[in-house]
């Protein structure tokens, strides 16, 4: 019985640690086309209530850590100029 018991939390957890990996993929997916999206915006032609919605997603991902990012760039297969 106690067997029993270990093998369902053992699969248990095995099927939410794919949800969660899924879900990161994901994640680091929106992350790095947001990312490529900012990186492209000119802040002269932007209405004043987009610029500061594009300043807040800038600074989300800038508090992102540089692997994180590194993974998520890679991911959409972006390349971000740096200046």
Do not use: S, W, Y
């Not at 990186?39 to 991902?61: K, S």
């Not at 991911?75 to 200046?83: F, G, L, P, R, T």
Request: charged share 30%; net charge negative; with cysteine.
């Amino acid at each position: 019985m106690l067997h029993v018991l270990k093998d369902q939390e053992i699969a248990m957890l095995r099927t939410e640690l794919e949800m969660l990996m899924g879900e990161r993929q994901t994640l680091l997916r929106i992350t790095g086309a947001a990312a490529a999206f900012v990186a492209e915006l000119d802040a002269h032609d932007l209405p004043e209530g987009t610029l500061e919605a594009a300043e807040m997603l800038a600074e989300c991902i800038n508090a992102a850590p540089e692997e994180t990012m590194r993974d998520a760039l890679e991911i959409v297969k972006a390349e971000v100029v740096e200046a």
